[in-house]
């Protein structure tokens, strides 16, 4: 599977900060027990464009912004997908995003498809919606990550693509699939009412499925819950 960069943006960073670090050693032949530190840019092309789609009321919801980590995770088994998972508009639920959790350091079932008792199903899918056993996110009362693979037509402009991811994200949390706040119950000990902050990472690159024939956008996505308690004073 060919793996293409949807901009060139990480490319010319990365020769930049090349040139600039040949400088930097040019000028300091003699520090040789120093190494130069190079940092490499993450392309925040989509997060930004997806942003730009997004309602005040999602954007107030779920800030996105990209991830390095999460980009170099999806780039080591973006071309590892196998050609039958590569189904536009939908979440893949195989096996084959559990690589990426693992690489993310999460549990492999550490993803918006999972439900407490039916394995995974497609968030978005309209018998779905309304599924009111989905493992994440629920009432919790600790930090909760999930890092999902979404794929989209190939055939879409960057544009489309940002509009495309932008409205699956208000659908998401139309559905109440990021709720504001929540109850946990202790038992004998009493409950606790938690409010909920969402942040979330996005990044993709363009892949041609095995036979050459199709070529998709492979979207990671990953959100994390966090809660904060809430006190009566």
Known sequence: MKLKKIASLALAGIMAVSMLAGCSNANNNNDDDQDDT???????????AVNSELSAKVKNTLPITADANLEAALKAVADKIATADLINNSFITTSDTEDVRHLMGLDKDASLTATANKGYLQPLASKNQYEDTWKYFTDVDSVKTTVDLIVYDGDLTEEGLAHKVAGDLEALINNERMPNDGTVNYGPSGKKTFDYDYTANIVSV????????????????????????????
Do not use: C, F, W
Not at 38 to 48: G, I, W, Y
Not at 212 to 232: C, F, I, M, R, W
């Open 206 to 233: 363009k892949i041609d499925d095995m036979r050459g024939d199709n070529s998709h956008y492979l979207v990671a996505l990953k959100v994390v819950q966090t809660p904060t308690e809430v006190v009566n004073v």
């Open 38 to 48: 190079v940092v490499v840019p993450v392309d925040d092309s989509l997060a930004t």
